[in-house]
Each structure stands twice: as structure tokens, then as C-alpha cells.
């Protein structure tokens, strides 16, 4: 099966630009996550879709940073103005009930803001 | 709440000898534990998981870990490690909705 896609792979934007990512996850997964990479540092959970509806975003600086998932397949992440402390890999990751506990990830964008 | 520590952030090791990754978590529930291998530039891999059952798991490139849940760890060990070992790795807890609570990496580095 095709494992989860992201992109882009890279982007470098100036601070107060806004930026998109995007994520095409496994298809049949119900559940999607994005996850924040900071240099150094485990993967924070930013949001945990089910289907369509949020199940958690708890974590999500809300001020800048949104995420949909319309249709309760593809999923974008938007930031907007991003900050210098935003640099950090956005990684997406899908599971299903079949699947069991676990996800599978994508390969991540990799954000840096100058 | 849950949270993950992984007690090393490198462990530097010479090829053909034995590693462990230790990593201690809490959890006021029952749980889920994990170890996700990321290779340079890559997304993680699933490396290993207990759900039940065995305490001792194996992955099929040698790793293994053991829930203790009497110490609350869930250490990785490899006898005999190669230089393609070289990776971060992280250990995961997840309790419920399966969200993944993640550790801050141990940098495993193997040396000729």
C-alpha cells in the first residue's frame, strides 16, 4: 500500500510569511495527526483528526496556526504569519482501527523561517 | 497525564557491541509502548511495539525491547549493533483515542 505523502519535503519562508502543508494519508485511515519536530526534540502532537472532526488540538497555537480536513481524507496545516520559533519538521501521520495501536508516518516538510 | 523520558540524548558505540536505550514513562493507566526509528532527512519508521502478552519484544533487524511494569521502562537492547544502526530513536507511550506521547530521542551513534 502507499504509505502516507507529504509536501512539500522543504521550505524556507521569511517571518510573518504564511506557508501550507499538505498530507495525503493511507488510504482507509480514519484517524490523521500532525506533529511538530523542533531540532533536538521528540514529536509534539499539534492535532488528531477523526474522519473529518478534531479530536484533539489542544496543543495547536491557535492564533497562527490551522489545520482542516474537509472531505476527512487529505489534511492541510497552515501557518500564518509564521515566527523564527515555527522552524522545525511538520511531520503527518495516519492509523486505523484494523491497523491497531500505532501510526504510520509521513517523511515530513522540513520548515525553516528566516 | 503521560509523559516519556529517554534518560540518554546520545549514546556513541562501536560497531559489534551491545547498546541499550533506556526510557522510563508514566501513565496513571494501562498503555501502549513504542520505539520509532528516524534515519537522517526520513519520517519515523515503526521499530517495535508491546501491546500485551510477552513483555519481550523483538523487531527483525535485532532490537528488542521488555515492558517492565513494576520499573515502568521499556529499554532497547541490541546485542550487536552496525554501523547502519546510526539513527535518532524514540520511545512512545500512548493511552487513549492512540495518541502518541513521544520521548525526546536518543541520538544513536555507531562507530567503526
Known amino acids: 500500500e502507499a504509505g502516507v505523502a507529504q509536501s512539500p519535503r522543504y521550505k524556507i519562508i521569511e517571518k510573518r510569511q504564511s506557508v501550507a502543508f499538505w498530507c495525503n494519508p493511507i488510504?482507509?485511515?480514519?484517524?490523521l495527526y500532525w506533529y511538530q519536530q523542533i531540532l533536538g526534540q521528540g514529536p509534539k502532537l499539534l492535532i488528531q483528526?477523526?474522519?473529518?472532526?478534531?479530536?484533539?488540538d489542544s496543543q495547536l497555537p491557535k492564533d497562527r496556526f490551522s489545520a482542516e480536513r474537509l472531505k476527512g481524507v487529505d489534511s492541510t496545516l497552515k501557518i500564518q504569519p509564521a515566527k523564527l520559533e515555527d522552524s522545525a519538521v511538520y511531520l503527518c501521520?495516519?492509523?486505523?482501527?484494523?491497523?491497531?495501536?500505532?501510526?504510520?508516518f509521513g517523511s515530513g516538510t522540513r520548515l525553516t523561517v528566516v | 497525564a503521560q509523559s516519556v523520558t529517554q534518560l540518554d540524548s546520545q549514546v556513541p558505540v562501536f560497531e559489534e557491541a551491545p547498546v541499550e536505550l533506556r526510557c522510563n514513562y508514566s501513565?496513571?493507566?494501562?498503555?501502549?509502548l513504542f520505539w520509532y526509528v528516524q534515519y537522517p532527512n526520513q519520517g519515523l519508521q515503526l521499530l517495535l511495539k508491546?501491546?500485551?502478552?510477552?513483555?519481550l519484544v523483538e523487531s527483525i533487524n535485532g532490537f528488542e525491547a521488555e515492558f517492565n511494569k513494576s520499573q515502568t521502562s521499556f529499554h532497547l537492547r541490541k546485542p550487536s549493533v552496525h554501523i547502519s544502526d546510526t539513527a535518532e530513536y524514540f520511545c512512545?507511550?500512548?493511552?487513549?483515542?492512540?495518541?502518541?506521547?513521544f520521548g525526546a530521542g536518543t541520538r544513536l551513534a555507531v562507530h567503526p
Open positions: 488510504s482507509g485511515h480514519a484517524t
Open positions: 501521520a495516519s492509523s486505523s482501527i484494523k491497523q491497531g495501536p500505532g501510526y504510520t
Open positions: 501513565s496513571s493507566v494501562s498503555v501502549y
Open positions: 512512545a507511550v500512548s493511552g487513549g483515542y492512540n495518541k502518541l506521547i
Open positions: 508491546y501491546l500485551s502478552g510477552s513483555t
Open positions: 483528526f477523526q474522519n473529518n472532526g478534531v479530536v484533539d
